[in-house]
């Protein structure tokens, strides 16, 4: 029997610096590979898997996201990170607790992701309350690789050598969060945020997970990527896309 979790967060502040012109002028999440923009292919994968509500925390051209939503008859809202260009991901997703209820989980995803419906599927489906997704082997040149002990979070880190002999898979930017866990990681990342808000939510996830485990689940062959900068855009253009939506039919 899987979880029923109605709401997601989307991390949506980022700069998108990498991608030079195409980062100044719109989010990633509004980048175009198909028809609609991959954060639009988001939205429409979230509601075939059951989500009823979207929460996306955006920063920069934050206008370009209050517009998507005033479009989405109520399904996604808005939450702006104000200091986005100080502050990392961790903190964006600390300030989605000002829209999600005490007992609310929630998937969490990142907004310059294309992927496979079943990235969400799986989630949906495993008992767990608590999943962090992962992939075999992309060769993407960018991967973040996850260590794991007895099946839950050790550590992340795109240097292999940084992490232990215990490396599952990659991490591909897709989880479920239950509130229980949500509240441990605010927590833990209070205290990071003592030294500066500049905190990804990989970091603060991983110091949550010393008290708090952390299920992670691999998915071997999932088609996904992530896209900051042109080589990933080329890349998930020409390599992945297409395996994203031969998944779909």
Sequence with gaps: MGTNVGTAVILAAGMGTRLKDMGREAPKGFLRLGAKTIIEESLDKLRCCGARRVILVSGHLSGMYDELAAETDGFAVTIKNEVFAASGSGYSLY????LLAPDEDFFLLESDLIYERRALE???EDP??????????TSSGDEVYVETR???LVAMAKDRAALGPGIEGELVGISKISARLYTAYCVAVERLFKTSLEVEYEAGLT???KTCPIPCRLVPDLAWAEIDDERHL???RELVYAKTIEAEI
Excluded: M, Q, W, Y
């Excluded at 767990?128 to 082997?137: A, F, N, V």
């Design 122 to 124: 799986v989630l949906r």
């Design 128 to 137: 767990r309350p608590d999943i962090i997704l992962l992939s075999g082997k």
């Design 207 to 209: 110091e949550t997970a």
């Design 150 to 152: 007895g099946g839950n």
């Design 95 to 98: 300030l989605a607790r000002r």
């Design 234 to 236: 080329a890349r998930a």
